[in-house]
């Protein structure tokens, strides 16, 4: 399967982007991302970006007020995918030129139109940013 | 178009200036009642108040945002799925996208529009394609599995899509075999999947690795012309040839593609073809050499990433030792990094490679370092740690090892502590150089972690010292000086009490040792202690009277007053003992015998466990008995069902629990190994016997009315399953065999693989390799036992001599006496099955050479699920079969706890290697598993299995597994066998949720008729 979800968490633990690629009900979600916030939050920069949870494993990275977690089967490639979140941020910051929380805030759906580019069923499917980015940018001049 | 949506901003923004949880609520829940009302009026009045698509986009965006936000969203699922049918791309996005973030593959809505996505899939808008295409990838099920395969596939292999479509089209593929894999026909399948891997997109391959490595791992020998292919993509990518501008990462190319195709090389089993092999390790090699380190993080992060798949690819090829060893370099480098996290994935990566043999004593350097991090002020990285001295521990580092677990348990936070405890435990007991040391550090742990020793661990003390006289003295001698301590666990009491009450006496010229003292320091804790430890304390008074010689009126007063106190306690287990003891202890000579120091435990592997087994089995009659069990503290399946969920018992050991049990070769088997370990000494008949005798003597005590079947039971029960769990004898670890020629590698793993596999090695010395070949057709089998003489001179007086399990007739043919040198001999074994069982045949075998007599007993791989075929059912077949067995015994049902974290394509993995046929779709909720197999006797030719797994995702230690067939012996069996592999193996963290399965605690609240302490 690979990524499970990938979630976006400001400082205070508010949930700014969620996206499951499996099933989960919501009181399932809403117990997993409490676990998670308490504890990936509390962990320091000197310590490592992966925390074991449950079964699976969590990789995370944190910009600024936002953390990007990602939560990963235990066989996973860490180092990957702590890249690739990175890839994403990266991708983001192309399109809104210095990403921030509000920008995730306010344009949800283009995150979710990005990340869709991305990531497909728990797999990797485009690393190549302009690629990521073109089916927006076509929107963006059509609106 | 966000800012054209001024709604939605404007609602974001009221959420993000509510100051706290409540207003959020209110504000949201006004959100909600809102679109409601939007979206019914327009179903009433379609013409009148029909909202806009771009209203409805409006609203659908708030719905989702809600729902992220964690509210329950219960309606308008039906708006969002029709803006999938809207003409315009916008509209039709939305739909699509918030589709699938709200619905799963079985909610009803989706078959609506099975028919508008298959028209976007097959239709000439390339941008619907993709928004199909993804959809269909994230949350299609069976049904569309079914319906749009066949298209897909078209879309992946032509030649006049585009890469954008065709990359989404693989991972669409990939979700819909993993629904069924009958979509993807294996035959034609392999070359095309071939083809795709000569791509020059990347994007496109990426996509299709991810495809193949599903494929691959449901079926590698069909897909094993993608290998060569799979070693070109790495070597195009490691070369930097042909790879666009945007595809390098940090000047890395696609480190993403090329972790993927180094993770799909790694389901091959091996890389046969020597030009391929070469150019691949040629690759593998300029990684491992020329991966720096660098300042820039992501450069690094990538390049490791890269680095660390790797490695992984070369321990799986089992590369030659040269690479090997620099391997264990490299890892040896990064566990002593600074950096957290290549320190952490050093750590990881060195606990797979203990895996490979011959690297054990290179790894074996590194322990300081390893020690280090487990005083690492990081949990990920302590656990790392952990898990690796756990793995590395052997014989010559166990004492050094537990020390360390020992120290740090102190100051271990909490969620760590169990682990630790239960690892310390199971280390001190497999690798024990003496027992004296054993017992050292069991005490140690409940001194400094007794809420984590469970009362399984502490048994096992008793039942060492009380098997080894020569540890008596000192067990109580430590036991005395930890009751000196302030503050002492209560588990510490119950253990100090009872070696103090049996051994105490042996003390008694010792300074702070005469009766009364020890009767003082015990009597200290009375006031505090909980009623199953009040038990114990009256047992061991009862001891400390017994032993007194002369009796010493003081202390006997004192004593009884106790015994009186108790009398009319309201615990009727303390109150019983109170008034027997004080009976008894008036009797003078009688108080002697009854009390007479407890006899070793026997080590015969519980005729219990089957008996209790029988119990479960046969149901409804003796539901009394069965109640009287539960009620009763222990029984043995109590023990089995325990044994791997809380963990207690190393690895080594289940498989011994499983073991026939009333077959004497098993006995021995455990006898011999026993022996060899030296620890335990062989049981003396009478000895066993008489305990018995004693528990018969006692029984009217306890049980009104003479000791009838099940009293009986009950008392050997409480035998067996008091210190003394079954097969919890064995404590020899496996390398310690009773022979001074060790065996290579673990010869219970061995097993463990024979029994999913056809062929393979059974057993392997410096001079002997006993490999199996077997071939199984309904219910006979053939297995080919090949013995080979590794050596230039001949192995002599080889015996081999067959030891079936009842329910197998089993041939073999004569083995030679002699083997001549570097000679293979073939011996075939015919195999007939009776009946379901889950017993196993063992092949005693033994040669000589030169001095050294080698005798082995080996498990022989003719297992229960041997006999099964899959045999997929459809639904016509399955409901009505499954309804026409009602329940028990031909039905049984079981919620089965500590179960291994599997997720639901594992398991189906894990039932298919074992034989049976998972039907998909046939349960419609998606956590639960069915599959069905067909069984093949002598007695009832073939017979079909129905096996049901619901599962619970919030929870998945936890499962509940149904089984029916037409033979209950078969239901239970296969049940039995079942669980066995479903249930986590205790070398991982012990399932919390295992704990209510416990006896309460076998020793006080039995019976005296089953009472150990008594004996």
Known sequence: MGIRFVLLVNKQGQTRLAQYYEYLTLEERRALEGEIVRKCLARTEQQCSFVEHRNYKIVYRRYASLFFLVGVDNDENELAILEFIHLLVETMDRHFANVCELDIMFHLEKAHFMLEEMVMNGCIVETSKTIILTPIQLMDKAS | ?1015
């Open chain 2, 1 to 1015: 178009m966000a800012s054209t949506m001024r709604g939605l901003s404007v609602f974001i923004s009221d959420i993000r200036n509510c100051q706290n949880k409540e207003q959020e609520r209110l504000r949201v829940d006004k959100e909600l009642g809102h679109v409601r009302t939007r979206f019914k009026n327009e179903k009433v009045f379609p013409k009148k108040q029909g909202l806009t698509p771009y209203e409805k986009k409006k609203y659908v965006w708030k719905m989702l945002y809600i729902y992220m936000l964690g509210y329950d969203v219960d309606f308008g699922h039906m708006e969002a799925v029709s803006l999938i049918s809207a003409p315009k791309y916008p509209e039709k996005q939305v739909g699509y996208i918030v589709t699938s973030c709200l619905l799963n593959e079985n909610h009803d809505f989706l078959r609506m529009v099975v028919n508008t996505v298959r028209n976007d899939i097959v239709g000439r808008n390339e941008t619907f394609q993709c928004l199909a295409l993804t959809m269909v990838g994230n949350i299609g099920g069976r049904e569309f599995a079914e319906s749009l395969a066949p298209d897909v596939q078209k879309l992946l292999v032509s030649s006049s899509c585009r890469p954008l479509v065709r990359k989404k089209a693989a991972l669409c593929l990939l979700r819909l075999f993993r629904k069924n894999p009958d979509v993807v026909n294996i035959d034609g399948w392999s070359d095309r999947m071939a083809q795709l891997l000569d791509e020059r997109d990347l994007g496109v391959l990426t996509s299709a690795m991810s495809l193949l490595v599903s494929l691959v791992s449901n079926n590698a020998d069909a897909y094993w012309n993608c290998v060569p292919k799979c070693v070109k993509v790495l070597e195009r990518l490691a070369r930097n040839h042909d790879v666009p501008q945007e595809y390098t990462y940090y000047g890395i190319p696609s480190p993403w593609l090329q972790v993927k195709t180094m993770r799909a090389l790694q389901y091959f089993p091996t890389i046969e073809d020597p030009n391929t092999r070469r150019s691949l390790f040629e690759v593998l090699q300029r990684i491992l050499m020329g991966t720096d380190v660098v300042k820039n993080v992501n450069k690094n992060n990538a390049s490791h990433a890269v680095l660390f798949e790797a490695l992984a690819l070369v321990m799986h090829l089992d590369a030659e030792k040269e690479m090997m060893s620099q391997c264990v370099a490299l890892l040896g480098k990064f566990i002593s990094v600074r950096e957290p996290n290549i320190r952490y994935l050093g750590l990881e990566n060195m606990t797979r490679m203990l895996m490979v043999t011959d690297v054990q004593d290179v790894i074996k350097r590194h322990q300081a370092q390893i020690i280090t991090s487990l005083k690492d002020p990081d949990i990920s990285i302590r656990r790392r740690s952990l898990d690796l001295l756990y793995g590395m521990c052997d014989i010559t580092n166990a004492k050094d090892i537990v020390e360390e677990l020992l120290q740090y348990l102190s100051t271990a936070e909490f969620a760590m502590r169990e682990e630790l405890a239960l690892k310390a435990a199971i280390l001190a007991e497999k690798f024990a150089p003496d027992l004296s040391w054993y017992v050292d550090v069991i005490l140690q742990l409940i001194d400094k972690a007794g809420d984590f020793v469970s009362d399984d661990i502490w048994y096992r003390v008793v039942q060492f010292v009380t098997n080894n006289e020569d540890l008596q003295p000192y067990a109580a001698a430590k036991a005395r000086v930890y009751l000196d301590k302030p503050a002492l666990h209560e588990t510490m009491v119950k253990v100090g009490a009872y070696l103090l009450g049996e051994y105490g006496h042996l003390l008694a010229r010792r300074p702070g040792c005469s009766p009364k003292e020890l009767f003082t320091v015990i009597n200290e804790k009375l006031p505090t202690v909980s009623p199953p430890t009040v038990a114990i304390l009256l047992s061991s008074y009862a001891k400390m009277l017994m032993h007194t010689h002369p009796p010493d009126p003081e202390l006997q007063d004192q004593i009884w007053a106790i015994f009186r106190k108790y009398e009319g306690y309201i615990d009727v287990e303390i109150q019983q003992r109170a008034v027997e003891y004080f009976a008894l202890s008036r009797k003078g000579a009688a108080l002697m015998d009854v009390l007479a120091e407890m006899p070793k435990f026997p080590e015969r592997q519980s005729a219990l466990l089957r008996k209790a087994e029988d119990i479960e089995a046969d149901t409804a009659e003796q539901s009394a008995t069965r109640l009287r069990n539960q009620q009763q503290t222990s029984n043995a399946l109590v023990v089995t069902d325990q044994i791997p969920a809380n963990g207690s018992l190393p690895v080594g050991q289940l498989s011994l629990v499983r073991m026939p049990s009333q077959n004497m070769e098993a006995s021995s088997l455990d006898q011999g190994k026993v022996q060899g370990y030296g620890a335990v000494k062989k049981v003396d008949p009478e000895s066993a016997s008489s305990s018995d005798l004693l528990g018969d003597l006692l029984s009217p005590l306890a049980i009104e009315g003479p000791p009838s079947g099940p009293t009986t039971l009950e008392q050997s029960q409480g035998l067996e399953t008091s210190p003394t769990s079954p097969g919890a004898l064995a404590l020899a670890p496996l390398s310690d065999q009773p022979n001074s020629i060790e065996s290579i590698g673990n010869i219970s793993e061995r097993f463990s693989a024979l029994c999913l596999k056809d062929s393979g090695v059974l057993y392997e010395d410096p001079h002997i390799q006993i490999g199996v070949k077997a071939e199984w057709k309904a219910h006979h089998g053939r297995l080919v036992l090949f013995l080979g003489n590794k050596n230039t001179s001949p192995l002599v007086s080889v015996q081999a001599l067959i030891l079936p399990p009842r329910h197998l007739k089993m041939e073999l043919s004569s083995v030679p006496e002699t083997i001549p040198p570097r000679a293979q001999v073939q011996c075939p074994l015919d195999i007939v099955n009776l009946q379901a069982s889950r017993d196993v045949p063992v092949l005693d075998f033994g040669y000589k050479f030169g001095s050294a007599v080698v005798n082995v007993k080996l498990r022989l791989p003719a297992v229960l699920n041997k006999f099964l075929q899959p045999l997929p059912v459809s639904a016509e077949e399955f409901f009505p079969y499954w309804k026409s067995i009602p329940g028990p015994p031909m039905k049984l049902q079981e919620v089965v706890r500590g179960v291994k974290p599997l997720s639901l394509p594992e398991m189906a993995n894990l039932f298919t290697s074992l034989h049976l046929a998972i039907s998909q779709g046939l349960d419609l909720n998606p956590n639960n598993l069915v599959a069905s197999t067909s069984f093949f006797s002598e007695n009832c030719r073939a017979m079909l299995c129905l096996i049901r797994v619901e599962t619970d995702p919030a929870d998945r230690s936890q499962l509940r597994l149904t089984v029916a067939s037409g033979d209950p012996i078969l239901t239970f069996e296969l049940k039995e066998l079942l669980k066995e592999y479903l249930i986590s193996i205790p070398a991982a963290t012990p399932a919390p949720a295992a704990h209510p399965l416990q006896p309460q605690s076998p020793l006080p609240s039995s019976a005296p008729n089953d009472d150990p302490v008594l004996g």
